[in-house]
Structure formats: C-alpha cells, structure tokens
C-alpha cells in the first residue's frame, strides 16, 4: 500500500512538472513567436503605464517618420518618373489612390496595428492627409528613351502633412490633435534681395541646314541637333512635278530648260524660327543659254509658287549682263551677271522685338549676288499670327499671314528657288537667335516659411534623349531673412547647346529635391508670361499614301523656348475633321505620327526625338526640340469615306471645303505648354483692310517618295465668316 501511494505521488510530481515545462514552453513560445504587433503592443502598454509622454512622442516620431519619409521619395520620384505626375489624366478613369491615400493607409497600418490594440489610443476622426507639389518642371529621366526634364515658371514646392486627433482614456486624455508637415520652397528672389548686381549675357546660336543637290544629301547643325538626309525629299515639286520642263539630274541637281519654274523648300523659313534673322543662299549653274536665263530666290511668300514669279513674298532675279533689266519678271530686286556660276544670299534681320500676335513686324533684307552687294537693303514685312473669329465652333484660330501695304504684297513663310535655262547646285538656310540670360541668380529657400538652413544646390544639364549629366555649381549665401535663406548662384557660362540642352539648378533640403530652370524664360517676346514653350499652328499641308488611299494630314507646331513635350490626344479623344458643307458630319483622324518626309530638325541624329505612348489614355507625347516640328495625323480609307473624302480622283478637289477643328487640350499633362484652337481651312481674315490669305499644300506619297501636287487656290476656300459660317 506505502509502495502504490509513493508510486501516486511520484507520478503526480512528474504530472505537475510536465505542466509547469508546457507553460514555461507556452509562454517562450508566446514571447518569442507571436505577431510583432503583439509585442509592440506589450511594449505600448507598460510604457504607456509607466510614461504616458513616450507614447505620444513616439506618434509623433511615427508622424513625423511617414510624412518625411514619403517627401523625400516623392521629390525623387517627380524628377525620375515625371509622367505620373498627373496620373488622372493619363487613365480612363479618376485615379482612387493619390499619393496623399498612401500616407494615411501607412499612418493608419502603423497605428491601427500596434496602438489602437491596447484600447489606450482610440482615434477621434479619420487621419487627415495632404501632399501638393508646384514643381516647376516635368521630370521623366528614368523612364527608358525619354530621359527628359521640362522646366518652366521660377518656382517650386513640396508640401505633406498629416494631422489626427486622439482619445487616451485610460490617463483621462481627451483631444489630443497631432500634426505635422513639410513645406520646402524654392523660387528665384527678386534682385534686391541681396546686395548684388544681376549680370546678364548674350548667348548666340545658329542652326544651319546645307543643301547639296548634286549629291543629294542634307545637312542641319544647330544647338543639341544634327541631322543628315536626302535634300530632293524637302523640296517640292520634287519626284517629277513638271517633268517636261523641271528635272533632277544626279552630279548636277535641279534643272530647268524652259520656262520660269520654282524648287520650293517645304520647311518654313521665318522669324518664328529665326528670331534674331535668317539667311537664305542658293548657288546655280547656267546650263543652257548664257545670254537667256533667269536665276533667283522668292522668300516670304504666303502661297509656294507653282510657276513662275508674282507678287506673293519678295522675289530676287539675276538675269543675264546683255539683257536689259526691266524687271518683266516683277521682282523685287532685279540685278545682271556674267559668269555661269552664280550666288544669290539674302539676309533677313527683324527691326523690332517680334509680336506673334497682331501688329505688322518689318525686317531688312539685304542682297548679295556673288558676294557683292547689290543695291541698298529693302524692307519687308514678317508675317505673324493674325485672329480668325469662328462663330461655329464658338473659339478662334490664328492663321500665320502678312502683308506689305507699301508693296502691295502678301507674305508668309515659303521659299522658293526661281530658274529658267539653269541648275540648281546647292542651297543653305541659317537659322539666328540670341538669348539674354542672367549669370548670377539669386535662389531663395524656406522650409516651414523659415530659412531652411543646410541646403546643398548642385547643377544637372538634360538634353533630349540622351539624359542628364551632373555639374557642379558655385554658390554663396548672400542674405538670410526671416522666413528663407538667399543663395547667389554663378550659371556657368557659356551655355553649350541652350535651348535643346537645359541646364537645372536642384535644390536638396535632408533628401528633399526641388528643381529650378532659371533660364526658361529668356528674353522672348513671343513667349507667353509664364511659359517656357509655344505651340501654334501656322499652316497644314496633306500628303495622299496611294497605295493604302490613307490621307495625312501635316500640322506645323512652331516651339519656341526650350524644349518640350507635347501632348497628342489620338484616335477618338481630341482630334477631328469635318466636311462644312453639311457641317455636322465628324470622324475620327485615326493615328497621329510624326512624318520625317516633312521634318528635317532631328535632335542628335535620334528622329523622331521619341515618342512614347500612353496606352490607357490613349495618348502619345512627342519630345520636340526647339523650332517647327510636323505632326501628321493618319486617315484610315474607312473614315475618309465618312468624311466625304470619296474616290481618289478628288484630290485635291475634295478636300476644299474641309475644316479641321482642334480641340482644347487638356492641360493636366503638361501645364506649361500653350495652345490654341486652330482652324486654317478658310480664305483668311481682314484686318485693317487688308485681306490675309491662307492656303493648304497637297502632296502624294507613293512607292516611298513624296510628290508635290500643288495647291488650294485662295478662290476654292471659303471665307472664314461666309455662307459656310
């Protein structure tokens, strides 16, 4: 019996330390494994019991920790990522998630998880959370083929912030209202603001493209641009149009038996895309008579010419020493020569500032016959942006036009080489503009509205398509005030390929990165105030593709400044065409595409400057470089059909009475970047008396090569304010 109950008892000890080892088991387990939330609610709990004043400096940290953490990241990503910056308009639909959502899911999973568990800290309200930026620039360097930042205005900022109000029951604490916020500032100050003098400098650039004719090549050298082709595909008639009396002959270039006919150069050549002038030279051979030919240049003319001289623009003639100059050709300037090889320059300076919009803009001509001047310089009048009013549509268009009230002539933008009896060899165009640019800028920088104290500045350079490169920049703290800090900073100087090429001041506050562009906005009258870029439409021209009865329709954009995007809102989203005759038949254009037939400006040889997509808002951005730059909008042969385009056989006919209507562009993509409705398939506007004529090219693209068709003659347009409006 003593045996069996010692034999119990040792039992019941072994069964007693068998629970005690399960729970010593249980509650390593618990402490060791269970879920961090749980221990940091542990930690919470007998902190809070013992120093109610760490929890709340630990939400604080916590706050402060979000709200700094997603400044930096979002500064960063704005200069790498730029294209979702306005993420609700490239998608179909509002954007539920904004990056001001992400800081409150975080806040809330950081307190939701390890504080509110305790039933210590009940949230009052929901967390309230708010980020803006004014950024200043459009950054897409790390997006691949892009590598591009656009900057404009004088000005950026970055403010976050959060704020919550708490209950603490188990201390009796009631309201307590957290918050915080970052506000980083940067701006260009006004010159006063320090003790300094503002230096400024000039900074010239040429853009020269050369025509060679015998060899058939091209080639343009600017600012950040370089771009080699086939010299015949940018002038018309080029492939045939007069085949009888105008042809291309290889080891000779264009040549011309008989008659008067003219090689017209597709690009504009104007002050928009000269500002401070142009030249234009062509060299010829006298192939046939030498006592019977004419040779020349017809420039600013509003119409090309199809045959002939007249008195659209101004035309140069040289004629032959034994022929009298009676000037039966109407030129403008008339001149004799002896020798067979024959030089004829012509050098445009505008007079004054130029004013794109309204007002009559004069320049002087100066004449050149084989490096010798001839006569003295002439006036001529620029053409710019005059206001057709559209009562249809209810908005405006701006049609590119001018006209000479002492000569009596209109003027425009083309150039026409003029040759009878001769070839052309060779032919140069020059492009001149000059920038006025500060050296020394102040820069001022707050955080909080206080001087943001430990500021770095540092230099980046972008040039389309190839990226960015760092440099390094001097500085000095030249003032402090009460809510900034005021830098002086030295550009360097000078500026190698501005305006394709950007040079950017960053601003880094504790990882926080603001940029500044302190040069877009030069010294430029045509630039709207606070736009670094300008997006006109001078003109259009349509080009047939035969073979797929597709018709593309060319829109010239002038972009003036620095750089920029562009965005395009294809297929069905902004671009239409109509028929005005019956006035309510819309379609679709179909695709919209850069044309390189019609555009020689490529920026480092990379055409067409890229361009990237976006599909969910069907979208596409093309990277422009500074000057004319084609966008061709593509019409598929099924909407051609709706639009009353028809058969083949009514081209160019068909397309008289044709209005293309531009919608307003959004502007959530790039907010820097200025358009107008246009509308330019109408005869032209009268101002002042003066009736400004437009026009519309035609072309036929077939078995890879563009033909010159002609024109809209001025008498098949409708009247901007006719029977049709």
Same mark, same amino acid.
């Given at each position: 019996m003593t045996s069996i109950n010692k034999r119990g008892q040792g039992l019941l000890i072994i069964a007693i330390l068998l629970v005690l080892l399960v729970l010593v088991v249980a509650l390593i387990y618990r402490e060791f494994t269970m879920t961090p939330a749980y221990i940091y609610q542990r930690s919470v709990y007998y902190a809070l019991k013992y120093d109610p004043q760490v929890i709340v400096e630990q939400l604080i940290q916590v706050m402060n920790a979000v709200v700094t953490g997603y400044a930096i990241n979002y500064s960063q990503f704005l200069m790498n990522e730029g294209i979702t910056l306005y993420l609700h308009a490239l998608t179909s639909m509002p954007v539920s998630y904004s990056l001001s959502n992400v800081i409150e899911s975080q806040l809330k999973l950081m307190i939701n998880s390890i504080?509110?568990?305790?039933?210590?800290?009940?949230?009052?309200?929901?967390?309230?959370?708010?980020?803006?930026?004014?950024?200043?620039?459009?950054?897409?360097?790390?997006?691949?083929?892009?590598?591009?930042?656009?900057?404009?205005?004088?000005?950026?900022?970055?403010?976050?912030?959060?704020?919550?109000?708490?209950?603490?029951?188990?201390?009796?604490?009631?309201?307590?209202?957290?918050?915080?916020?970052?506000?980083?500032?940067?701006?260009?100050?006004?010159?006063?603001?320090?003790?300094?003098?503002?230096?400024?400098?000039?900074?010239?650039?040429?853009?020269?493209?050369?025509?060679?004719?015998?060899?058939?090549?091209?080639?343009?050298?600017?600012?950040?641009?370089?771009s080699t082709g086939q010299a015949n595909s940018l002038w018309a008639p080029s492939y045939q149009a007069y085949p009888s009396q105008e042809y291309y002959q290889s080891d000779v270039g264009w040549v011309v038996s008989t008659g008067t006919y003219p090689l017209v150069f597709v690009y504009p050549v104007d002050e928009l895309m000269g500002q401070n002038g142009f030249v234009i030279s062509a060299t010829f051979n006298v192939t046939q008579s030498q006592s019977n030919y004419l040779v020349g240049i017809n420039f600013l003319t509003p119409t090309p010419p199809t045959s002939g001289t007249g008195n659209n623009g101004y035309t140069i003639c040289v004629i032959p020493s034994s022929q009298p100059s009676n000037n039966q050709y109407k030129c403008t300037v008339s001149s004799t020569a002896s020798s067979t090889i024959i030089n004829v320059t012509v050098i445009v300076t505008p007079n004054e500032p130029i004013n794109l919009i309204g007002g009559s803009v004069t320049g002087t001509a100066s004449i050149y016959i084989n490096g010798k001047t001839i006569g003295s310089p002439i006036t001529v009048y620029l053409p710019n942006f005059h206001l057709i009013p559209n009562t249809l549509f209810g908005n405006n268009a701006y049609m590119l036009s001018g006209y000479d009230s002492n000569s009596k002539v209109y003027v425009g933008s083309w150039v026409a080489l003029i040759?009878?009896?001769?070839?052309?060899?060779?032919?140069s165009i020059k492009y001149f503009n000059s920038y006025t640019l500060p050296t020394n800028i102040p820069i001022e920088v707050s955080i909080n509205n206080k001087p943001a104290l430990g500021t770095t500045l540092s230099g980046l350079t972008v040039t389309p398509t190839l990226g960015a490169l760092s440099f390094s920049i001097n500085y000095t703290v030249c003032n402090?005030?009460?809510?900034?800090?005021?830098?002086?900073?030295?550009?360097?100087? *000078? /500026? @190698?390929?501005?305006?394709? #090429?950007? &040079?950017?001041?960053?601003? +880094? $506050?504790?990882?926080?990165?603001?940029?500044?562009?302190?040069?877009?906005?030069?010294?430029?009258?045509?630039?709207?105030?606070?736009?670094?870029?300008?997006?006109?439409?001078?003109?259009?021209?349509?080009?047939?593709?035969?073979?797929?009865?597709?018709?593309?329709?060319?829109?010239?954009?002038?972009?003036?400044?620095?750089?920029?995007?562009?965005?395009?809102?294809?297929?069905?989203?902004?671009?239409?065409?109509?028929?005005?005759?019956?006035?309510?038949?819309?379609?679709?254009?179909?695709?919209?595409?850069?044309?390189?037939?019609?555009?020689?400006?490529?920026?480092?040889?990379?055409?067409?400057?890229?361009?990237?997509?976006?599909?969910?808002?069907?979208?596409?951005?093309?990277?422009?470089?500074?000057?004319?730059?084609?966008?061709?909008?593509?019409? *598929? /042969? @099924?909407?051609?059909?709706? #639009?009353? &385009?028809?058969?083949?056989? +009514? $081209?160019?006919?068909?397309?008289?009475?044709?209005?293309?209507?531009?919608?307003?562009?959004?502007?959530?993509?790039?907010?820097?970047?200025?358009?107008?409705?246009?509308?330019?398939?109408?005869?032209?506007?009268?101002?002042?008396?003066?009736?400004?004529?437009?026009?519309?090219?035609y072309y036929i693209y077939a078995n890879g090569q563009l033909q010159y068709n002609g024109y809209t003659p001025s008498q098949y347009l409708p009247s901007c304010q006719g029977s049709y409006w």
């Open positions: 504080y509110t568990p305790t039933g210590l800290i009940v949230p009052e309200n929901n967390l309230n959370a708010s980020i803006a930026a004014v950024t200043g620039f459009y950054g897409a360097l790390g997006i691949p083929g892009i590598k591009y930042v656009y900057s404009g205005e004088n000005s950026s900022l970055i403010l976050a912030s959060a704020q919550q109000t708490y209950d603490l029951p188990s201390l009796g604490i009631q309201h307590l209202t957290l918050n915080y916020s970052i506000n980083l500032t940067a701006s260009t100050a006004p010159n006063g603001i320090c003790n300094i003098s503002p230096n400024t400098m000039t900074y010239n650039t040429t853009l020269e493209c050369i025509f060679n004719f015998k060899t058939n090549t091209y080639t343009c050298n600017g600012p950040g641009i370089y040759l009878s009896n001769a070839a052309v060899v060779n032919a402090i005030t009460n809510n900034a800090i005021v830098f002086n900073v030295q550009m360097p100087w *000078p /500026p @190698t390929g501005y305006p394709t #090429t950007q &040079y950017l001041v960053l601003i +880094n $506050y504790s990882n926080i990165i603001l940029a500044l562009n302190p040069w877009a906005n030069p010294q430029n009258s045509v630039i709207p105030q606070g736009y670094s870029a300008t997006s006109l439409l001078p003109y259009m021209s349509y080009v047939l593709n035969e073979s797929g009865n597709e018709l593309i329709v060319n829109t010239y954009f002038i972009n003036l400044g620095v750089p920029t995007l562009l965005s395009i809102y294809g297929s069905n989203t902004g671009l239409y065409i109509t028929n005005i005759i019956n006035r309510y038949d819309y379609a679709a254009m179909g695709t919209v595409i850069p044309i390189p037939s019609l555009n020689i400006l490529k920026v480092n040889n990379v055409f067409p400057m890229h361009v990237m997509p976006i599909f969910t808002f069907n979208e596409t951005l093309y990277n422009l470089a500074a000057g004319y730059t084609v966008i061709s909008q593509v019409v *598929p /042969p @099924t909407q051609t059909e709706i #639009t009353g &385009y028809g058969s083949t056989n +009514n $081209y160019p006919s068909g397309l008289y009475n044709w209005v293309t209507e531009y919608e307003h562009f959004p502007n959530q993509t790039l907010p820097y970047t200025y358009f107008n409705y246009t509308i330019l398939n109408c005869w032209g506007t009268t101002q002042s008396n003066n009736e400004y004529v437009n026009y519309n090219l």
